[in-house]
């Protein structure tokens, strides 16, 4: 019995919905979890505000929670100013905390799993910091690279370390991402199937042998749901302290 963790990340092509050139346009599954996933933060949210009321159902809780949740996090990193940014955390956290939930489900495919996607997401970060910065405070934005009370004999290495570190973000936010979700369902698949090919090849006694494994393996997942929520939200984080430089950009 082969035990294949890397097969789960394999993107299939659906059907094609187009071509450039020689070079043919699929909707994948990677696509298809995508949609799903703002299917369901849709359902969230739309179920939530729908009809409220001053005893909050489930909908309405969930939405409450996450709203309030999300907003007490920029506050407390990005100030109230950095409330004009909820819109695009809120559906950072939401995208990346359903898409991580949706891919724990057995047999699901995980949309963070993959470079591309965990990426773009922090590219998306980082011009924005970016642009914004600039767009609000001009030349002044570049004072996030030469921090006060700093010796003038190392100025120069200091600042090389900033933005050096600066334009590192969106690899360490796309890679951090990327790498305990590949992780982490690495680990379940590899555990869960040593479980299952020691039923095969040992029978009773295999059985018998992988309660130990399917425990662990049982703890796992347990911890990967909990991974999965938090790497949305130290996602989240980061975009707020990255945008914190935009708003505030003196150290």
Known sequence: MNIEPIEQFNIEP???IGQIGSQPIYFTNSSAYMFVAVAVISLLMIGGSAGRQLVPG????IAEITY??????IRSNAGAEGMKFFPLIFSLFMFICVSNLIGVIPYAFTVSSHIIVTAALALLVFF?????GLYK???KFFKIFVPSG???YILPLVVFIEIFSFFLRPISHSVRLFANMLAGHIALKVFAGFVAMLGVSLGAIGWIGGVAPLALTVA????????????AYVFAILTCIYLNDAIHPGH
């Open 14 to 16: 659906l059907f094609k």
């Open 58 to 61: 489930r909908f309405q809780s």
């Open 68 to 73: 309030e949740f999300v907003a007490s996090t």
């Open 128 to 132: 924005t910091v970016l642009i914004y």
């Open 137 to 139: 405070n001009g030349l």
């Open 150 to 152: 700093i010796p003038i």
């Open 220 to 231: 796992l997942y347990a911890l990967e749901l909990l991974v999965a929520f938090l790497q």
